[in-house]
T-cell receptor, first 111, second 115 residues
Framework: RKEVEQDPGPFNVPEGATVAFNCTYS??????FFWYRQDCRKEPKLLMS???SGNEDGRFTAQLNRASQYISLLIRDSKLSDSATYLC????????????FGSGTQLTVLP | SQTIHQWPATLVQPVGSPLSLECTVE??????LYWYRQAAGRGLQLLFY??????ISSEVPQNLSASRPQDRQFILSSKKLLLSDSGFYLC??????????????FGSGTRLTVV
């Protein structure tokens, strides 16, 4: 089983749609969670951290379910500029050594 | 401000040729540094990480090596490139995000094509 698993997609949605991505992780000791965004042929960039209480940043909402070892990202009112690959990322507490990346979910927002 | 520089942006090299990719960071001291590779259509694979000068840990056996000659410099090398070394190479450093844990900031990457 992969340490971090994501649905690879692709997700093709019309502008204005709401889309949700899911991610599961295998290590119950994991403590920090992030969503990164990677545009085509570019480096990944941090989109948002994920907190146990859930957090929202504009049109983006991230949720964490520790019991199910499950992370989600919801994008509301999709824009063309949201088209990218979204990476789920997990880190163990106090471990600056490395993060574990999912293979990414590809999103294309269509006009 | 803290920045990370990586070069070159693109590189086309023949099989059997040597490789040297450089990464430098500014605005911090004693960072944890990482080299990742992303093959076409694939996820990120950790190649090496370093917690200090001269300290290198390798995550996967391969045709590559890494060195950290200075605190803020991380170099990825190969003596003889293979076709399978083609990919997108990313340097990164650990950043503590608002006390929530360590995330990464990535350099802009080097796209290597071995021909």
């Amino acid at each position: 089983r992969k340490e971090v698993e994501q649905d690879p997609g692709p997700f093709n949605v019309p502008e204005g749609a709401t889309v949700a991505f899911n991610c599961t992780y295998s290590n119950s000791a994991s403590q920090s969670f992030f969503w990164y965004r990677q545009d085509c042929r570019k480096e990944p960039k941090l989109l948002m951290s994920v907190y146990s209480s859930g957090n929202e940043d504009g049109r983006f909402t991230a949720q964490l379910n520790r019991a199910s070892q499950y992370i989600s990202l919801l994008i509301r009112d999709s824009k063309l500029s949201d088209s990218a690959t979204y990476l789920c990322v997990v880190n163990m507490r106090g471990s600056a050594r490395q993060l574990t990346f999912g293979s990414g979910t590809q999103l294309t927002v269509l006009p | 401000s803290q920045t990370i520089h990586q070069w070159p942006a693109t590189l086309v090299q023949p099989v059997g040729s040597p490789l040297s990719l450089e990464c430098t960071v500014e605005g911090t001291s004693n960072p944890n540094l990482y080299w990742y590779r992303q093959a076409a259509g694939r996820g990120l694979q950790l190649l090496f990480y370093s917690v200090g000068i001269g300290q290198i840990s390798s995550e996967v056996p391969q045709n590559l090596s890494a060195s950290r000659p200075q605190d803020r410099q991380f170099i990825l090398s190969s003596k003889k490139l293979l076709l399978s070394d083609s990919g997108f190479y990313l340097c990164a450093w650990s950043v503590l995000f608002r006390g929530d844990g360590y995330g990464y900031t990535f350099g802009s990457g080097t796209r290597l094509t071995v021909v």
